[in-house]
């Protein structure tokens, strides 16, 4: 199957180029020459990765970056910049936004392709971009082998609050919460479990846990623990001293939302039986009230 490139960038003469040369190379491209058809284009048929010149007639290529990275269906988009600007602050806004390279004008054509070439196999990782945990195939293949198995038991975490959280303080703040969560619960595994045991990151709003009966429970005890005590120093410290407020405009409506929380699953043979993977997931997403 190709990987489709969108090439977002209005110097006509460049496009074309890039298009034809990719092309030539085995890729599908599609082409935008503004920050608004780039974003529409990304969000009806998402792309594999983006090339994303700064300098656009209408929104610039930071701005189309934010917006990327706003957006849901596009925010984990491998994003390369290429642009004239030069600076270090331009490079590091760009890094700042999400994008995984920024190369700069006039560029080695076979450099880039390198480049594009090596993002694409990063971003095809079978591990989460962001905690570097295995991601939901290699979850999902750990969690089949294990049922084959009489002496597991699994956990899952559920982290309550966590997309109302990145709609207020934006990706940046949201991703250190998805580290801080990765590094607690690998710890909680070192320190309190087995030799085998498995940590994964298969979507967004939850980490996975495989271990054995007997450490589940002081597992599952200390990580919703830890986790419960340190989600609100995620928030600005003004922020906890008011129970955290939002205002909607100097004077508009108040929405009071609550700190994100943290709530677990825990299953084992007993539970059962779960005569497959989908049967034993289903038990694992049932709902918790926090």
Known sequence: ?????????????????????????????????????GLDKCRSEPPNLILLDVRLPD????????????DVRTSRLPVIFVTERRSRDDRIAGLKLGAIDYITKPFDVQELRLRVRNALRR????????????GEKLTDDRLSAMLERSDWAVLT???????????????????????????????????????????GHPNENQFVIITI?????QISHHVEDRLNQAMNYFYPIHDREAGYV???????????VPFMRVSTVTLSPKEGPFSNLENLKQALSQPIKV
């Open 1 to 37: 199957m190709k990987h489709t490139l969108l090439i977002i960038e209005d110097d006509l003469d460049t496009s074309e180029m890039l298009r034809v040369y990719f092309e030539a190379q085995g890729y599908r491209v599609v082409t935008a020459v503004t920050g608004q058809d």
């Open 123 to 134: 971003a095809g990782s079978q591990n989460n971009p962001v905690t570097g945990l295995p």
């Open 213 to 217: 009966p007997g450490k589940v429970a």
């Open 246 to 256: 939002r205002r909607g405009g100097e004077d508009g409506p108040k929405e009071k």
């Open 157 to 199: 975490i559920s982290i309550h609050g966590l997309d109302k959280f990145n709609e207020i303080y934006g990706f940046v703040a949201r991703d250190d919460v998805l580290r801080a969560i990765a590094l607690t619960l690998t710890s909680a595994v070192d320190e309190l479990g087995s030799i085998d045991d498995f940590v």
């Open 59 to 70: 929104l610039d290529g930071f701005e189309v970056g934010q917006h990327l990275q706003e």
